[in-house]
């Protein structure tokens, strides 16, 4: 495959984002299209001891840690937060490309490339879908978990209602305003945080990802992912020795309450889910606070 296959958004679409003066790294040769390169963040110093994995979902990227992020940094870790292919900085194949399969494999990749370890594994959304397989092919790697609405996608039971309406939202605005999709989501963003989540995507071309995410969660048994998810989910429940903790933005719709207190349940030795009052779907957006819990509560162990 060539670069014809991929839009890669202009640098200038980024211009007028505030508060988020990282420095962007790139790495090619996740998949096999030529030329096709992933962004992160990497902050914090390459030899510390804890590695933060930031992932993000659907259809945020790496912005959405901004808050979180120094916090981590200022406890002494190193933070490395992915746009996954078609989010953020992250290049854009065309929709057909996409699938769970495509993306947790170019997140096994860029893990090897890092040669990261001693993770702590932070997710939320398509963050947790994929990320919370991970173990699976690092199980010596990955040491805690810190989980934000999210959730593994089995296919053993029905999606929430509000989960459905997404989808069926997302299918009739194919060329969607991701300003207004990430407000579908959550309504209890701001306007100006909203529309940051529109800057990566100026054309229609540039939603592939977007566009891809909804249709391709995993809903059956035979889904693609479904299989990997349940492997996923007994390792949570039988060998994980590390810590967790699971965080609830309570007015989230689609991942609610008791959702993430099932999956608090699959995750052995979780304690109870952490309501974060204000929060909707993207907890990151009330990220500070979170995070200094997290620093909190695993350095006293």
Known sequence: MSND?????????????TNFNYSSNYVEGLTDI???????LDEGSKTADNVYLCLHG????????????????????RVVAPDFFGFGRSDK???????FDFHRASLVALI?????TNITLVCQDWGGVLG?????DFPDRISRLVAMNCFLCTGEMPLPPAFDAWIAWAAAHPDMDLAEAVHVIDDTLSPEQCAAYRAPFPTERSKAGPRAFPRIVPTSLDSPGAEISRQARDWWQTEWTGDALVFCGVHDDILSLPVMQLLSSWIKDCPPVIEVAEAGHFVQEWGENVAKRVVREFSSK
């Open 58 to 77: 659907e259809p945020t990227w790496s912005y959405l840690y901004r808050k979180m992020l120094p916090v981590f940094v200022e406890s002494g870790a």
């Open 93 to 99: 194949p065309s929709d057909e490309i996409y699938s």
């Open 112 to 116: 090897n490339y890092l040669n990261l």
């Open 132 to 136: 919370l397989t991970l173990p699976l």
């Open 34 to 40: 030529d030329g096709m390169r992933m962004h992160y």
């Open 5 to 17: 296959d991929f839009f890669r958004t202009p640098d200038s679409c980024f211009d007028e984002l």
